[in-house]
């Protein structure tokens, strides 16, 4: 069943149209990766399902219209979003950072899941009264994964978590989004350059070019298309 | 000795009220990033009303709560509908419709309650304490009391509340925040009423030294803005003790510095103006604005 499906979705900004009528599903307990080359659209369709972008078109989430709803109603239903450059709250410590992830949360369960974050991320709990700041660009992203998992998301956004990290940051960060999919079952959209590090962890891929969905399938099938990887991938 | 205690003491009572009334700017500031020229007028039309309240017979303690609440849910409506549709706008355009709040309210109070002087209630009683030669009423340790019940309740609500830290985020990443369900606009709506609510006690504390009248707050809100600058306009802390430190240096300054005497007292808080922007233009406890490329 298709937690998230995405119908005909145009966005932009101001007179500039960005998407020109994508649609795509993402299946409950699946990671799905959106590929393509910078200003492909990639971030604009991550913001229009967090409503930060004005949008037409229709998107369904766990079966409830949430075109055009705003970003806190979205975030209230489950979704959380880790946006491109981490969003950090720099000023803020790492557990308020975690706190803030919790923001619409009105169960008591928070103050135990910023501990099951550090015990997923034991780096952050070593610096929990730090201001997140002073974090190294790793630690960063790292963060920006708990304090989005702090929701207790249905479903996670990832835009470009790769972005600025060394290489074997970047293995081990995907090793971590590998081990939550299998403990949790967390849904998944990431949006990735680095294609062949993302069809590693992705179940279903999508290929993005200026603003239309040019190839979508499962992640091995568009590994093995060589056409596809030649023409969009670049590899 | 004695004669200079009872100066600093003095500085300190004029001082605090400086202080919340930098304390209001520093909280526009920090939640919307606009320097509020307007706080002093939207303090003294919140007085006025305090002062039509108890001319009607309210009791004075119960018409400065009243108030209160008027200028809290006033500074809400002022950001709604005033400011937010130039957020985003360039820094000039912001100052110039700051600037038109101002003379709207001064405007507006003295149309509604013309330019006469007018007096207004001591909330405090009119004891003078007296220890050893250093004279104090009531009406002084009352402001410094009630301005450290404000820093407290403040300190407590940006650092252990849920909404004080929400607060705190929508000011530092607005993006950010509303990623993580937060209301930006809301926030900053909060901002602006708490910073409404705390100039009009600021009013309604410095009345009883002045008199009531539209242009009240003209130089209150200079030395405001000479605290608020030499604090950091970021730092809350900095908004008190710069307050302080100009309450005392100005008070210090009139007595002490001949030429300066009563009259010409407010160049004092200029003169702090010019000197921080020289040397430390991020004021004591500001941030300096760092960013990485």
């Known amino acids: 069943m298709s937690l998230l499906e995405v119908a005909d979705l145009q966005a932009g900004y101001g007179p500039v149209r960005v998407l020109e009528g994508l649609s795509f599903d993402v299946a409950e307990g699946q990671t799905a990766v959106i590929l393509g080359a910078n200003g492909a659209g990639k971030t604009t369709t991550l913001r229009a399902l967090s409503g930060m972008v004005a949008n037409k078109g229709r998107i369904t989430f766990a079966g409830a219209d949430i075109t055009n709803a705003t970003p806190d109603a979205i975030v209230r239903r489950g979704v959380a979003h880790v946006p491109q450059g981490r969003g950090t709250f720099v000023q803020q410590t790492v557990d308020e950072n975690l706190r803030l992830g919790a923001y619409t949360r009105r169960d008591s369960g928070v103050r135990a899941d910023t501990e099951r974050m550090y015990a997923l991320f034991p780096r952050l709990g070593e610096r929990r009264g730090q201001a997140a700041g002073s974090l190294s660009g790793g630690e960063q992203q790292m963060l920006a994964i708990a304090r989005a998992l702090m929701l207790r998301p249905k479903l996670l956004l990832l835009d470009e978590p790769s972005l600025g990290l060394a290489p074997i940051v970047v293995q081990e960060l995907f090793r971590t989004l590998v081990d939550l999919k299998k403990e949790t079952g967390l849904t998944m959209l990431l949006v990735e350059q680095n294609a062949n590090l993302a069809l590693d962890v992705a179940d279903q891929a999508y290929v993005l070019e200026t603003g239309s969905i040019v190839f979508g399938g499962r992640a091995d099938e568009v590994r093995a298309d060589e056409s596809v990887r030649r023409a969009y991938l670049g590899y | ?293």
Not at chain 2, 159 to 177: C, D, F, V, W, Y
Not at chain 2, 209 to 216: D, G, I, T
Not at chain 2, 240 to 266: C, M, R, S, W
């Open chain 2, 1 to 293: 000795m004695a004669h200079f205690v009872q100066q600093v003491l003095d500085g300190l009572a004029s001082g605090a009220i400086y202080a919340s009334l930098a304390l209001a700017l520093v909280l526009i500031f920090r939640s919307t990033h606009i320097v509020n020229f307007a706080q002093g007028e939207m303090a003294m039309f919140a007085t006025f009303i305090a002062w039509q309240l108890f001319t009607w017979g309210v009791p004075v303690w119960a018409a400065i709560a009243a108030t209160l609440v008027v200028a809290f849910l006033g500074g809400m409506a002022v950001e709604r509908m005033v400011i937010r549709p130039v957020e985003g706008s360039s820094e000039l355009t912001i100052v110039i419709v700051t600037l038109g709040l101002l003379l709207v309210f001064n405007q507006g109070a003295g149309w509604i309650w013309d330019f006469i002087i007018k007096q207004f209630p001591n909330p405090f009683p009119a004891h003078v304490f007296d220890v050893g030669g250093v004279r104090t009423t009531a009406h002084t340790a009352g402001v410094v009391a009630v301005l450290l019940l404000i820093v407290l309740g403040l300190w407590a609500l940006f650092q252990h509340t849920k909404i004080g830290l929400a607060m705190r985020a929508a000011a530092e990443n607005p993006e950010s925040s509303r990623l993580v369900g937060i209301r930006v606009g809301r926030m900053m709506m909060l901002g602006w009423g708490l910073a409404a609510a705390l100039g009009a006690l600021a009013g309604c504390l410095v009345a009883p030294r002045l008199f009531l009248e539209p242009n009240m707050m003209f130089s209150v809100t200079i030395y405001a803005f000479a605290a608020a600058t030499l604090g950091g306009f970021d730092s809350p802390g900095g908004a008190v003790l710069g307050g302080l430190i100009v309450g005392v240096t100005e008070n210090l300054a009139g007595t002490y510095i001949p030429f300066i005497h009563q009259d010409l007292k407010i160049l004092v808080p200029l003169l702090v103006i010019v000197a921080v922007l020289l040397v430390r233009p991020n004021g004591l406890f500001g941030h300096r604005e760092v960013v990485r490329v």
